[in-house]
DNA sequence: TAACTTAATTAATGATTTGAAAGTTATTTA
DNA sequence: TAAATAACTTTCAAATCATTAATTAAGTTA
């Protein structure tokens, strides 16, 4: 329970001129007490502060309007750094960024072959060992390691409790690097770090809530309620490639019938296409997309029924969680020119309400690192905390 | 944008110490200071302050415990008063309530027949005048008029968009209301409301997420997240009715196929029986019920069934919302008897951890008065308004 | 060039509110 | 009855922002 104290007082004014900055930079200590109702004085004093620790900085004079001009201030983005990691099925991949997200260096190691829980963990380590090497950066200008692990992810202890992929369970990630990193450590599932991401670095503004959803292997996705994620009280929220929309549809790896990802991921559109033409050969969901791309009619079909479904998918989101907002990626939406158009129009013709109807679904312009930068943002919104 | 002023520091602390009373009473200002981290001296003073404002009253002196007996606090209960109104399909129910939701009158009147939406207006006018006349208590100690309109409802202008039932469009409520009352007006969907009024009178204690699902001629439910009503961006979050669970069923109300509500609603109960055993005259969801109740194995059969597919569609809201708690009520809930087993049955089979496997499940202990509580705590969460 | 604007800092004062320490009151216990 | 204990209150110090005003800076405009 937050008490009402000087403290909170100040942190909270803080943060909203911290942010201010953040989300309007260039801007004026004057535009700053303008736009947030502080007075100047007050501004004037916490921005020193914020520049004292580093974390703003001046530049150049803005335009004058009339009188003196003002002195424009920036997010410092080099005076912290953040390590991200993402642990999918397959590799390893570690960066260190700035407060912008910019990749500074990048290692990573493959997964491929038989694994442990101790090699896991191992090569979690190097590639972080790797990383602090290669960029010569003071642990003290680090604020922390963020790790997009896949599957299920216990985010209170920073377990992973499930790793399909990998053929483990139950790693206790951040107590071992805890023991070995002197840093703030988070870790959560790859699909909600994404989604973060998305809502952090994927120039969306100021959006009330926002759903991340990614088609690939399987369908995750994520939810962003003011700028946080939001878990549910299980770390299960926005588990959407589970939910049942076919009462008597194929059995899934849950070992439920009907799961949404039956129909939409890579093997489910391959699947769809060898029954549909039985004569097709073995073809995988990329070559689906390319024949599509050079005009086979079949292939162009068969996108489109996926799509229908994906839209299927995506109205029982906005009835059920009523973002304003879908933002999807990964290897399916690969195909986003022949999907799109028929998502959209099955949202249009199954949405319940006009105003529903509206809700904006995009594709992701955060391109392969979208995971790696939903692990650093994981620690940037700690540091930003966004209050709404 | 909360600016960090003294204002702030003050509400948050006597929001505190409200709430703490609220859930705890009887408390004395020593346990207070005790469980919230707040100082004697500041827990005194806005004591008494409440106490000055009528909506704290000390009553008797507690037990000792080797010293002084602490003076114990309570809600003053009869400072303030609530009306709530239920505007559902058949009829407006109208009522006047104090703090803790304990009722003292009661109006209502029929909506059968042709109605306008001036007529309706007027009849939610006249049930208002009705039960201030009766009452005899002064506007003063009103806080407002909460009102649970079913259908779809814009909750920030206050008009009620679709109320299929009454055939009715567009009902400025909020507006005319104001027009003819000097007091706050809320308006809400009913099953949203239900939701409110559950986790605040339905004893669920500090739950962090809830969801009421209400079934009955359709299927609502709300998402009540840390003590407050979640809308999403467009007023339709927890819209669970009109969830697409199978692709190939029957068409809904809606004009989609294979929506939630058209397995589980009463018509659908009424409708399986009729397929499945097709020598059935015309019955009743209720007789079926009652049937059940006698032993008649078809019937329990059907409602079996119902709570299977019930069960899915609440597995999917696990999976998506993910709250701590689900709450069921409506009229299809009285089987509650034979819907539970199945309902909790697939809900273990089905939900993919073994901690969303524990979400608590359970049939609401308000009675009939549920939805008008609901409309009732519209207006206590804003007075009480719970700090997280 | 003088007069006016706007930006930013600094300083003084005041208001609000919590926090810490000490004091008062009521009760139990030795 | 005195000492101890707990509940509550009073007093004063500390934190922090708002307000006001003065100062400096660096323009623009007449």
Redesign the pocket.
């Known amino acids: 329970m937050q008490?009402?104290?000087?403290?909170l007082?100040?942190t909270v004014?803080?943060k909203i001129i911290l942010n201010k900055i953040r989300t309007s930079e260039p801007i004026?200590?004057?535009?700053i007490a303008k736009e947030t109702?502080?007075?100047?004085?007050?501004?004037?004093?916490?921005?020193?502060e914020l520049v004292d620790e580093g974390l703003v900085k001046e530049s150049k004079?803005g335009e004058?309007?009339?009188?003196?001009?003002?002195?424009?201030l920036h997010i410092n983005s080099d005076a912290f750094y953040v390590i991200g990691v993402d642990a999918g099925p397959e590799m390893v991949e570690c960066v260190l960024t700035d407060l912008t997200g910019e990749i500074y260096q990048r290692t990573s190691s493959s997964l491929k072959g038989q694994l442990s829980n101790e090699r896991f963990l191992s090569l979690l380590k190097e590639n972080i060992y790797a990383i602090l090497q290669l960029s010569k950066i003071e642990l003290e200008k680090i604020i922390g390691i963020g790790i997009a692990m896949h599957g299920v992810v216990d985010v209170e202890s920073g377990r992973s409790l499930i790793a399909p992929n990998l053929n483990l369970r139950d790693i206790p990630i951040k107590d071992e690097l805890s023991k070995e990193f002197d840093l703030t450590i988070k870790v959560e599932n790859d699909a909600r770090a994404m989604a973060l991401g998305e809502s952090w670095f994927g120039g969306h503004g100021d959006v009330d809530s926002m759903v991340a959803v990614n088609i690939g292997h399987g369908v995750g996705a994520g939810v962003v309620i003011n700028g946080k994620l939001y878990h549910g009280s299980h770390d299960m929220a926005g588990e959407l490639g589970h939910m049942t929309i076919d009462l008597h549809g194929d059995v899934c790896m849950c070992g439920n019938r009907g799961c949404l990802q039956t129909f939409v991921n890579g093997d489910a559109i391959v699947k769809r296409m060898k029954e549909q033409y039985n004569d097709v050969e073995e073809i995988t969901a990329k070559e689906i997309y390319e024949r599509a791309l050079q005009g086979e009619a079949a292939c162009v079909q068969i996108l489109g029924e996926t799509g229908n479904i994906i839209g299927i998918g995506l109205t029982n989101l906005i009835h059920l969680i009523n973002p304003s907002k879908i933002v999807l990626g990964g290897g399916v939406m690969k195909s986003e020119k022949f999907l799109m158009p028929t998502i959209l129009e099955t949202i249009q013709d199954r949405a319940l309400t006009s105003k529903s109807k509206e809700t904006a679904v995009m594709v992701t312009k955060l391109g392969d690192d979208a995971t790696l930068l939903g692990a650093v943002s994981l620690l940037l919104v700690e540091l930003f905390d966004p209050v709404s």
């Open positions: 008490r009402g104290t000087f403290q007082m100040k004014n803080k004026s200590r004057a535009q109702g502080l007075t100047p004085p007050t501004v004037s004093s916490i921005v020193k004079l004058s309007s009339g009188g003196r001009k003002p002195t424009m």
